[in-house]
């Protein structure tokens, strides 16, 4: 699990850095929008994209963090055994949905590659963002089968 919370951390830290140069790209163009009238073209579209990339990149580290969110008004009274069972279940469902999502995203990807489809603006290929998302959901699909299977250890991160 040491190696999968490493992979985790520097997807999450990665993801920073996109959102990051996403915040300098959006200032600097409603700044000159703004000031001078000029803009930077196709900004909303590479907004877009880098947004779906981090998101994509920040789920392992939730997942290995177990920091989704978890609603438990139905068993709040459960005991301690009822509700690691429980989390094990959810964390191994989640796991197994991620799997289907990185699954349909690579599908999805192969097709948007093979049609060539770009965005409007500048032309980005969409390809592109489905291989930037990929891996982390493979990587989150692999932590939650995990926890599910192995359990969460003796930490429990809150």
Request: glycine share 10%; charged share 15%.
């Amino acid at each position: 699990m040491r190696v999968l919370e490493s992979l985790a951390k520097f997807c999450a830290i990665l993801a920073g850095f996109i959102l990051t140069g996403i915040t300098l790209m959006t200032c600097a163009s409603l700044i000159g929008r703004n000031t001078t009238g000029t803009t930077l073209v196709g900004d909303f579209e590479l907004t877009g994209v880098a947004a779906g990339a981090a998101i994509a990149l920040f789920l392992p580290w939730c997942q290995a963090r177990r920091s989704n969110i978890i609603v438990d008004f139905f068993t709040a009274k459960a005991s301690e055994r009822t509700n690691a069972r429980l989390d094990r279940l959810g964390a191994l469902l989640l796991g197994l949905a991620v799997a289907l999502l990185a699954w349909r995203a690579a599908i999805g990807g192969l097709s948007s590659w093979r049609a060539q489809s770009t965005t409007m603006m500048l032309g980005f290929p969409e390809w592109i963002v489905y291989a930037c998302m990929v891996p982390p959901l493979v990587l989150t699909a692999v932590i939650g089968i995990w926890q599910g299977v192995f359990g969460f250890g003796t930490e429990v991160h809150e």
